[in-house]
């Protein structure tokens, strides 16, 4: 398969009253042209850090400390992380264009969706006349299912929620990107709001012929869109695998912790099961494998070195050292 | 089973506007509801944002007073209860918040956030019951060893370990009722299982009666398997009944609608589901509500003449189960 | 037993951590230690420096030495023993002031927010109305029928004329805390009105209550020299205000050697204003983070 875009033993940190927050530590992952990638993990595990770094659009508080991360597509290569802002320009929005978490209710609640998205592409570098941008956004506006004469002239508090989140789609294809990483898109929707968006990022994968990195704390959005599947927890991936190998076949305690303590429901009942204990602090990380405090598997190597990705199968990787006992089921 | 609470014809209405430039409007939050839950019963309210289940819950627990109908409390009126009596009643239902951030005072440490309710009520006669009491409030609630919390800072505190605080204080007054209103909704995934199973064994260990309100069908369902649910669209309760029968036999076309939208953390099971095609995505606003089932302009069994013209009936399909919906009115 | 000596432990701990934020704000801190002084200097100091107030002829106006720090003044006096008695009046007026409209301000605020309906649209048009009358003339139509020679009268009444801005600050606040849940949960609890908004509520603002004490301590200070400076206060007794006015009247601007003598409580009463809105720097400092996620 063929890599669009590449992540070499990322570290990002952000400074911090208390000290420095490692928000994301030692990730390597890959994204495959086409491919849906779900990164799911809790609440501060990193995952809107590590999306913004791929389109280098990190607050300026966070420094990547280390780490690589390779573009390949439309016939151009950049390694993103050593990009300077004239060639950024070039490249956000062009190429990995994201849609941000709660944008959603970062309207400007005085202009008209119309003005936003003038504002909006200017702000973004766009170079395109103001017919151009209307005749491109008319087009996006009737892809992602809305009707652009009526939508360009609303307020944004005459639309609902699941429409502002589509012109947010809309806006983030405008240039026709390759990548497109959506941060949270349906956390605040209802559901049956969040069905038609989950229904029109399918559309529109197949019909452009994207790639996705779609980040949330929701395994069912996972479930629902994702090729793939990477976990994430206190800033390194733990695992990462098929979305049948994660929600089937999980190698790491943590995983199967998340998809035991969720209840689903149309599948029939069964119990569930907590993960003891919480989080840990992103600047007091303890030693060793950072789940070892809550992890039923836990021995005494746990503690001494923090695991990296394994390779267990054929695309399945987990980062932990007991991942054999837990295929076999076995605990001790 | 003895009826704890009642619910007749209840209406709620609120009066927006009425400025100098905005013309009062009503908003018809809650219209005609009618539900009973039993001593030791979990009534789980479902349904979208905005549809009425805070106002729902906040009118039971006599914290707003209804437009119109009546509340019984075993049988009894509670707006027309002598002040001793109310504030009796009050005090036997309390809330647990969505929010634990808000829901306890930043500038009280744990034993002042529990002592308070206990020395005001004289639940507790001397300190030394109250730090007694308060050790075995934390214990119920899991935050041990006990030291370690009492003389916490809410800031302190994981998300988690809040909400366990807030419950603690919501049962200070050994209360026999608990509107828990999106309890969990906030809470990391691998925290809320810990917090339901908490609130479980409430029910099990206090025979406590919960209005569990929420817009997680998958929860409810966890949580109210063994009770009953009622599916809330625009006001109104359009189906009610046994957890088990409502979601392994949804009648509504709403409820019926939700459940093939909402995604599932099951890959096989997710994407085996047959969305149900609505006639529009838009929520209509309670300003403008459509004429007839309010469902009517999204609903694809819509039928002119009859939809659009009556209110729709409540009808017993089977013991128990209701639905408001016309699509049943010639079976009876 | 135990519990008590933690609670001690606790309390220590969090002086500790206060003064520890007091000091990070350089400014703030340097305001903190010259508020000190000048409280010290103006209440303590009046044992140790002697005011001497007979005139001498021959020591009019001379210039700053050894004996005379700031020189003296057109009857020969020491102006430094002046500065130093002439704070107390000062302070305690701008103090009670402060504390007075305050108080007005918080508990009608709280109240009215808290009650609503009628009492709260009483209240409001009540502060409406004082906030839109002219202070000094009414001053000066009230200096006709009352004698303002006493500190405390001359506080209460500015109190009563000062206490609207803050007010529609204060019934802002409580309104928005009104609306968080740790409040509806003590309603739950049935916990009473008068704890929930002074338990409750306003221990939430006690940031923005001392700095808005402080703010208005100064507005205090500059409406008592004002009132002095335009005579609708006797010049009965010694204080900053007073100094000024004399060396005003008596010819400072007429005569050179007397720079000293205006410009010395001009300089007491900058000095004052200037530590006290410098430290309200460090108090915020000390209260944010706490209320913030506590950093
Ligand atoms: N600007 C910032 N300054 C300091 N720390 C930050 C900043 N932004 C995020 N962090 C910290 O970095 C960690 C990772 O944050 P991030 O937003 O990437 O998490 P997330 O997985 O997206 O969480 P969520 O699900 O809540 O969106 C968290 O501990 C967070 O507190
Ligand atoms: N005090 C109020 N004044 C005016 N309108 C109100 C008031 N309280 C609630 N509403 C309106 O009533 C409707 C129902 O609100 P409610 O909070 O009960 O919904 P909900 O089902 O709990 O929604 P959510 O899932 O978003 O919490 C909303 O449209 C809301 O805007
Ligand atoms: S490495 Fe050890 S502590 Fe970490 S997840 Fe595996 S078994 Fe648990
Ligand atoms: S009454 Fe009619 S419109 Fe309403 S839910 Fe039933 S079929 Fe649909
Ligand atoms: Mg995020
Ligand atoms: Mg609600």
Known sequence: MENILKIEDLYIEYKARRGLVKAVRGVDLDLYKGETLAVIGESGSGKTTL??????????????????IWYQGNGKKYEIVSLDNSRLRKFRWKEIAMVFQSALNAF??????????????????????????????????????????????????????????????????????????LDEPTTALDILSQRSILELLKKIKEKLNLSIILISHDLSLAAELADRVAVMYAGSLVEVGSVYDIFYKPLHPYTMGLIRAVPTVT?????????????????????GCKFHPRCEYKIEECLKEEPKLIKASYNHYTACIRWENIRNGKNN | ????????????????????????????????????????????????????????GKLIAGL?????????????????????????????????????????????????????????????????????????????????????????????????????????????????????DEAVSMLDVSIRLSIIKLLLSLKKNFDMTFLFITHDLAMAKYFGWSGKIGVMYLGRLVEIGPTPKVLENPLHPYTKALLLAVPEADPEVTRSKKVMELRSLDLPSLLNLPPGCRFSNRCPFMEPGRCDKIEPNLYELEPEHYVACELYGEKV | MDKKIRKI?????????????????????????????????????????????????????????????????????DILAQIVHGGRDVLVVAFLTGFLSTLIAISLGSLSAFIGGRFDSMITSLADIVLTIPHFPLLSVLAAFVKLKNPLMIAFILALLSWPGLLRAVRAQVLSLKERDFIEAARALDLGTPYIVFSEILPNMMNYIVISFILSMTSAVYAQVGLILLGLVPLATHNWGVMINFAWTRGAIFYKHSIYYILSPIFAISLFQWSLVSFTRSLEEIFNPRLGQGA
């Open chain 2, 1 to 56: 089973m003895e009826k704890i609470i009642e619910l007749k014809n209840i209406s709620k209405f609120f009066t927006i506007g009425g400025g100098f430039f905005t013309p009062k409007k009503t908003l018809r939050v809650l219209e005609n509801l009618n539900l009973s839950i039993g001593k030791g019963e979990i009534f789980c309210l479902v349904g979208e944002s905005g549809c009425g289940k805070t106002t729902t």
């Open chain 1, 108 to 181: 400007n609640p005085v202009i008209k969706i119309w003005d936003h998205i003038v504002d909006t592409a200017e702000s973004h570098d766009i170079k395109m006349t103001r017919e151009e941008l209307r005749v491109k956004v008319l087009e996006l506006l009737r892809l992602v299912q809305l009707d652009p004469e009526r939508v360009l002239k609303s307020y944004p508090h005459e639309l609902s929620g699941g429409m502002r989140q589509r012109v947010l789609i809309a806006l983030a294809l405008l240039l026709d990107p390759q990548i497109i990483i």
């Open chain 3, 9 to 77: 432990h606790l309390i220590l701990g969090s002086l500790r951590d206060t003064f520890r934020l007091l000091k990070r704000n350089k400014v703030g801190f340097a305001g903190f230690i010259i508020l000190i002084f000048i409280i010290l200097m103006s209440f303590i100091g009046p044992y140790i420096v002697p005011f001497d107030t007979t005139s001498r002829l021959d020591k009019i106006y001379v210039k700053p030495s050894w004996e005379h720090p700031l020189g003296t003044d057109s009857q020969g006096r």
């Open chain 2, 64 to 180: 707003l007073k209804p437009t119109s109908g009546e509340i019984l409390f075993y049988g009894k009126d509670i707006w027309k209860m002598g002040k001793e009596e109310f504030k009796t009643y009050r005090r036997s239902v309390q809330i647990v918040h969505q929010d634990p951030y808000s829901s306890l005072n930043p500038i009280k440490t744990v034993y002042d956030i529990l002592s308070t309710p206990l020395l005001k009520h004289h639940i507790v006669r001397s300190n030394g019951q109250c730090e007694e009491k308060i050790s075995e409030l934390l214990k119920i609630v899991d935050l041990t060893p006990v030291e370690d919390f009492i003389y916490k800072y809410p800031h302190q505190l994981s998300g988690g370990q809040r909400q366990r605080v807030v419950i603690a204080r919501a049962l200070t007054l050994n209360p026999e009722f608990i509107v828990a």
């Open chain 1, 267 to 287: 599948a029939s009942m069964r119990e569930l099961i907590s993960i003891p204990g919480s989080p840990p602090d992103l600047i007091n990380l303890p030693e």
């Open chain 1, 51 to 68: 999306g913004l770094s791929i389109i280098k659009l990190l607050p300026s508080s966070a420094r990547i400390s280390q780490g690589k």
